[in-house]
């Protein structure tokens, strides 16, 4: 199973990103998906997160600017990102619960990272 994150990169202050996701490989069901993020010398936070019943999360920093989406018939999760500020400079990282046998509990998996940055 792979994670497949993209959409990163350098916007100004106010602007505008959408990350996306792709999952891939042997994937019997989804469950839940979210994206984290990691600044120099912090620690790796949820952003946002989505349930396979649609219970959706943000951290208050992001709330009312960011918007998190599951499509799930194409395995991919997308991070709608306005109003976009220097704070938000960070690498994202996406995961997903994944079950890839039958009978075997979901795992989660990780996405390699998008870089955001926002300048001033």
């Known amino acids: 199973v792979q994670l497949q994150a993209s959409g990163g990169g350098l916007v100004q202050t106010g602007g505008s990103l959408r990350l996306s996701c792709v999952a891939s490989?042997?994937?019997?069901?989804?469950?839940?998906m979210g994206w984290y993020r990691q600044a120099p010398g912090n620690q790796r936070e949820l952003v946002a997160s989505i349930s396979g019943d649609n219970i959706i999360r943000y951290d208050d920093s992001v709330k009312g600017r960011f918007t998190i989406s599951g499509d799930y018939a194409k395995k991919t999760s997308y991070l709608q990102m306005n109003s976009l500020e220097p704070e938000d400079t960070a690498v994202y990282y996406c995961n997903a619960e994944i079950r890839t046998h039958w009978g075997r509990d979901f795992r989660k998996y990780w996405g390699q990272g998008t870089l955001v940055t926002v300048s001033s």
């Open positions: 490989g042997r994937i019997l069901g989804i469950n839940d």
